[in-house]
Nanobody, 120 residues
Framework: QVQLVESGGGLVQPGGSLRLSCAASGSIFRINDMGWYRQAPGKQRELVADITSGGRTNYARSARDRFTISRDNAKNTVYLQMNSLKPEDTAVYYC??????????????WGQGTQVTVSS
């Protein structure tokens, strides 16, 4: 019914930048909150940032001042611009969205994840 497809991960040197994208597709009536989470090896999945349909944002302390979340409601897409990347930002990054699916109802959906590795 609904798919979230992430892109933009990869290997980057410390201090570098990456931009992640996540596009939702399917029988979408409306998308409420969208967000990015990450999970490093041996750690729990944690929130990086999220954004409401109206554009209000929320950031984890570790992401504040370095990362920027944004969305294009017309394209059902959320972005995460990551600057000044650090080795501790290395993780699999997951897109999440609260979606009302036509004829089905409200559900919480995850993307498949995209690897971000920060290393020299």
């Amino acid at each position: 019914q609904v798919q979230l497809v992430e892109s933009g991960g990869g290997l980057v040197q410390p201090g570098g930048s990456l931009r992640l994208s996540c596009a939702a597709s399917g029988s979408i009536f409306r998308i409420n909150d969208m967000g990015w989470y990450r999970q490093a090896p041996g750690k729990q999945r944690e929130l990086v940032a999220d954004i409401t349909s109206g554009g209000r944002t929320n950031y984890a302390r570790s992401a504040r001042d370095r990362f920027t979340i944004s969305r294009d409601n017309a394209k059902n897409t959320v972005y995460l611009q990551m600057n000044s990347l650090k080795p501790e930002d290395t993780a699999v990054y997951y897109c999440n969205a609260d979606i009302i699916v036509t004829g089905y109802g409200r559900g919480n959906y995850w993307g498949q994840g995209t690897q971000v590795t920060v290393s020299s």
